[in-house]
């Protein structure tokens, strides 16, 4: 079995004992220490693959500010908690015979905006493919990955993750070989929803398709190949615990100057527009937890359509899905319409990140076909205007010859998974509605 057969956003944790004389741990706080703290598997690396990683760039000499440049390269973050100085995301584990640098879940949950890192908000610079080839590479490895682990920077083939790790396999979660074929898709380009959304939200992932309260769908990702079904079990209870984490975040505020008024008119519109399917907000909030069609909401059908019957079934029937009560994985008719909090922080829009700004959210015709971004995230990098990233429209394709790093940059709505038509529900706004709707937005 290739040493890439593993998961990529592993989420596991044992609880730590409580010492004589010190407060007790709430769950949700056990929840935090183990996402920051502990690694649950494997190194990937041996402890020289980043520091030798430049050599994968095509450079003479390894640049002089190399962990900026390392950040930089594969759009990591500064860790907002010790890390022993690395970058989020990444963190010391144990190899088989020494320590060595592995992943934990703010690789892809752990984003930074206007400057500043927040665990739970999703990584839209990343470049998943870049890290586990150039490092494996610095390894003395080939690089080669089982399928693609991302297509667009900023976006990940999480689904296909999961597909492929499952097949590996028996109901029980024992070791099966050869792996089964299930449908896996490496053409979905799913964009991280923010983990404080799992506050409101009954289910999750993009297509509504099960329990947001399952345990068990969060260790999927704990699929590694020297993972045991007696780890799988061992680890539940700890794991409940980060549950309890997610479930109780609370989004960002927006950090600038909100225009109060105008956004007192927004709220009027949005409640006339917009409130049906993402609820309303403040004190007395509600959430509807719809699944729009696919017919009516007309976004890219990749990631619906990507994840088959297959798949689903085998998940149901596995331990996952026989969790009590039972939460097996259900086929939905379309997207799930998330809640909106936070959403200044959470740019780029859309399942698949196909959507720069708001404002291209409430104006089809403003969204730009094919565009790229510096992919940095401090105040310069943010559009505060139309709320979101501030991109470059590329009025042609790029050359043939481009890298693959480098073309990972370009977003091209007109390569498959990467559609961003659909969701008009704004087109019929005026210019200042629109305007006043996305003042509201920041107030959330």
Same mark, same amino acid.
């Given at each position: ?116 890192? =927040? ?5 839209? +610079? ?191 029937? +596995? ?15 379309? =997207? ?37 971004? +510096? ?35 370009? =977003? ?12 008009? =529900? ?19």
């Amino acid at each position: 079995m290739k040493r890439f057969a593993v998961a990529l956003f592993v989420l596991a944790a044992a609880s730590a004992p409580v010492v004589a004389g010190e407060k007790e741990l709430t769950p949700a706080e056990r929840g935090y220490k183990a996402l920051t703290e502990t690694a649950f598997i494997p190194a990937f690396w041996t402890p020289n693959a980043l520091p030798n990683a430049w050599k994968q760039w095509g450079v003479k000499s390894k640049p002089a500010d190399y962990d900026a440049t390392v950040r930089d390269r594969y759009g990591l973050h500064a860790a907002p908690y010790p890390n022993d100085g690395l970058p989020m995301g990444f963190r010391k584990a144990q190899r088989l015979l020494n320590t060595g640098v592995g992943i934990d879940c703010m690789l892809c949950h752990g984003g930074s905006v206007a400057g500043k890192s =927040y665990v739970g908000l999703g990584n839209a +610079s990343l470049d998943v493919q870049a890290i586990f080839e150039e490092l494996s590479k610095a390894d003395g490895l080939s690089g080669a990955l089982p399928f693609t682990f991302a297509n667009v920077r900023g976006t990940s083939e999480a689904g296909g993750f999961g597909v492929y790790l499952l097949g590996f396999r028996n109901p029980d979660l024992s070791l099966r070989a050869p792996r089964k074929e299930l449908g896996l898709h490496d053409d979905l380009c799913e964009d991280v929803p923010a983990w404080w959304l799992m506050k409101k939200k009954k289910t999750i992932y993009h297509t509504g398709a099960t329990d947001s309260r399952s345990v068990r769908t969060l260790m999927q990702f704990m699929m590694h190949p020297l993972t045991t079904t007696k780890d799988f079990e061992r680890h539940e209870p700890a794991f409940r615990d980060i549950s309890a984490y997610l479930t109780g975040m609370e989004p960002p505020k927006y950090p600038f100057a909100i225009d109060k008024e105008k956004a007192a008119k927004g709220e009027t519109v949005f409640k006339q527009n917009c409130a049906r399917c993402h609820g309303t907000y403040g004190e007395k909030w509600t959430y509807p937890n719809k699944v729009i069609p696919l017919s009516e909401i007309g976004t890219d059908p990749n990631r619906h359509r990507g994840i088959e019957e297959a798949y689903g079934k085998e998940y149901s029937e +596995s331990w996952f899905g026989k969790e009590q009560p039972a939460k097996p994985l259900r086929m939905t008719a379309g =997207y799930q319409a998330p809640p909106l909090d936070g959403v200044w922080a959470t740019a780029p829009y859309f399942h698949n990140g196909s959507v720069p700004t708001l404002d291209g959210v409430l104006n089809s015709k403003a969204r730009p076909k094919r565009f790229t971004r +510096s992919f940095k995230t401090g105040e310069a990098d943010y559009d505060k205007v139309n709320v979101g990233w501030k991109v470059t429209e590329l009025p042609n394709p790029p050359a043939a010859n481009l890298p693959p790093i480098e073309l990972r940059k370009i =977003y091209d709505t007109s390569k498959p998974g990467r559609g961003n038509g659909g969701h008009t =529900y704004g087109d019929d706004l005026t210019d200042e509605e629109r305007a006043q709707v996305i003042e509201y937005l920041k107030t959330l």
